[in-house]
């Protein structure tokens, strides 16, 4: 039979691992945070998002419209970017062709 010395140092080797593993824990992130969309004008212009609060990383990500309806829609992703730094992409048609436009987020 285990004798109470046994039980007691069994206990307190449990409580140990449980206070490692609370202090261990990963920190908490939020996903970026504060993110702003910029684009120019004209053909083979560029546009960018920014984020400036949060964590983790952003991208700029549009739907453009093809000049000539019969082609189909463009996607057009910039690279990933860590929040306080632009992720830009070229837009070759221009303002006028964006349908869409948004900032993806990840708190990676």
């Known amino acids: 039979m285990f004798g109470k010395r046994s039980v007691i140092g069994t206990a307190a080797v449990a409580m140990a691992a449980v206070g490692a593993m609370l202090t261990s824990a990963p920190s908490a992130q939020a996903a970026p945070a504060d993110c702003a969309v910029s684009y120019g004008s004209g053909a083979g212009s560029t546009i960018s998002s ?55 987020t990840v708190d990676w």
Not at 63 to 69: M, T
Not at 78 to 90: E, L
């Open 50 to 104: 920014l984020c400036t609060g949060g964590t983790g990383h952003h991208r700029i990500h549009a739907v453009l419209n093809a000049p000539d309806p019969r082609l189909p829609q463009r996607v057009v992703l910039g690279d990933w970017a860590p929040v306080g730094q632009t992720s830009a992409a070229v837009n070759p048609w221009g303002s006028a062709s964006i349908q869409s436009i948004w900032s993806e």
